[in-house]
């Protein structure tokens, strides 16, 4: 039988055999406090705003599919457990998607998770080596999609840009600079990856796909 199942037994019985106002005892069940646990990306009062409709509730009725509903509205919030403390408080545990890259637009920082949803950025030690994205989320999200399609080695970016004449650079952690075409740029990068490690491109610090079918070496 579950703990549950048992404390609500327990609530009948004492409703129904002592004398006393049953409003005032079952209140005393109403969630009154939330420890919240693990977070590091979102503030702890940011997170307790999402789960005010939870406030008041009747914590031995409380499901999780309602601490859900109410998470699921911040798009960093990957999961959680949650741990009741009789008579009226909630432990939970937030589990975050970890950010992928930085982005830039407008002079503004925000980390991106890898569903490119992004979150206001605050300096995190263990996120300070993430790759930079300097340009439009959505076209970032467009460009990432299409990287992950090819296996492209994300972790050895260093920084994205996007131009105004639609297209990307990218800087590699080793310092080359591959400079791609509006168009057809999947193609380049699938070329770039098939000679990067080849002894005769090693030398070379810039790969320019901008001009249709060229690669010009620097």
């Known amino acids: 039988m579950s703990k549950r199942v048992i404390f609500a037994l327990v609530l009948l019985i004492l409703l129904t055999t002592i004398t006393f106002e ?47 509903k109410a998470l699921k509205k911040n798009n960093f919030i990957e999961s959680f457990n949650v741990k009741k403390k009789y008579p009226s408080t909630l432990k939970i545990k937030i589990f975050e998607y970890e950010p992928i ?3 830039i637009d407008k002079k503004k920082k925000f980390y991106l998770n890898k569903k490119i949803n992004s979150i206001k950025f605050k ?7 993430l790759p930079y994205v300097f340009g439009n989320k959505e076209e970032f999200k467009i460009f990432y999609n299409n990287l992950k399609k090819i296996d492209f080695p994300f972790n050895q970016i ?25 168009k057809n740029y999947v193609e380049s990068l699938e070329n770039f990856l098939s000679i990067r490690s080849k002894s005769d491109f090693r030398k070379f610090k810039e790969f320019d796909y901008r001009i249709n079918n060229q690669l010009i070496l620097k």
Do not use: H, M
Request: hydrophobic share 40%; glycine share 2%.
């Open 22 to 68: 049953p409003k005032i005892f079952a209140s005393k069940f109403n969630v009154k406090k939330i420890i919240i646990e693990n977070n590091s990306l979102l503030k702890e009062k940011d997170i307790k705003i999402l789960l005010s409709p939870i406030y008041q509730k009747n914590i031995i009725f409380l499901k999780n599919k309602d601490i859900q």
């Open 123 to 129: 300096n995190i030690q263990n996120f300070e080596n």
């Open 158 to 182: 260093k920084k994205f840009t996007f131009y105004g004449s639609n297209r990307w650079n990218l800087e590699t952690k080793n310092n080359k600079i591959i400079k791609l075409p509006s």
């Open 101 to 103: 890259a930085i982005l």
